[in-house]
């Protein structure tokens, strides 16, 4: 079955580390996106990426990197720059021009203490 | 304006009642997504609509093209049904926008 894989659903990590949340797709699909989301908030974009080797940053960009080597996976890495990282990240992929379905992972539970 | 707009943002009902939660977005969403995401857990995909009427066990969920509206409803609502509904699209520079969602809280 097609889909998108975020692992793992919960993840918890010491203030000061770098993490890598992943992401990947086995659903032949251009564009994929990451989302973060607080308590009792909307979600919110952080990175963007339309086609291998190239990605855009989201309204939320600082803190965070993001890599797209591959068309099926979109990593993101919450580094120690971000004041706040504890959050729900949410994965997101969508269909090519013919076809603009879009795929939401199951998301990641990130706690930093 | 966010460009996708929902509503109520909270809402209570007794277990049986039918729901209803709208969604209205702005021109250049394609696309329309409704979600769901349950307390401290993931998020789970529920339709995707470009048009028509979409019916999957007690939910439902129809869009219009014209007025840029859709509604998601729910038929004999039950406790297990409390989550938080999300709509969202595709907008024209290619970026998903998120309504901020409806809290649903079903008593039993």
């Known amino acids: 079955d097609g889909g998108i894989t975020q692992s793992p659903k919960y993840l918890f990590r010491k203030e000061g580390q770098n993490v890598t949340l992943s992401c990947e797709q086995n659903?032949?699909?251009?564009?994929m996106y990451w989302y973060r989301q607080d308590p009792g908030q909307g979600l919110r974009l952080i990175y963007y990426s339309q086609i291998v080797n190239d990605f855009q940053k989201g309204d939320i960009a600082e803190g965070y990197s993001v890599s797209r080597e591959k068309k099926e996976s979109f990593p993101l890495t919450v580094t120690s720059a971000q004041k706040n990282p504890t959050a729900f990240y949410l994965c997101a992929s969508r269909g090519t021009s013919t076809s603009y379905e879009q795929y939401f992972g199951p998301g990641t539970r990130l706690t930093v203490t | 304006k966010n460009e996708v707009e929902q509503s109520p943002q909270n809402l209570t009902a007794q277990e049986g009642e039918f729901i209803t939660i709208n969604c209205s977005y702005s021109?250049?969403?394609?696309?329309l997504h409704w979600l769901q995401q349950h307390p401290g857990g993931g998020i789970v995909s529920l339709f995707m609509?470009?048009?028509g009427k979409k019916k999957h066990g007690r939910l439902i969920a129809t869009i219009n093209i014209q007025e840029k509206h859709s509604s998601l409803h729910i038929t004999a609502s039950h406790p297990r049904d409390s989550a938080v509904y999300i709509c969202a699209g595709l907008n024209r520079d290619d970026k998903i926008i998120f309504g901020k969602g409806t809290r649903l809280h079903i008593l039993p």
């Open positions: 021109v250049g969403i394609s696309a």
């Open positions: 659903l032949n699909h251009d564009a």
């Open positions: 609509l470009s048009s």
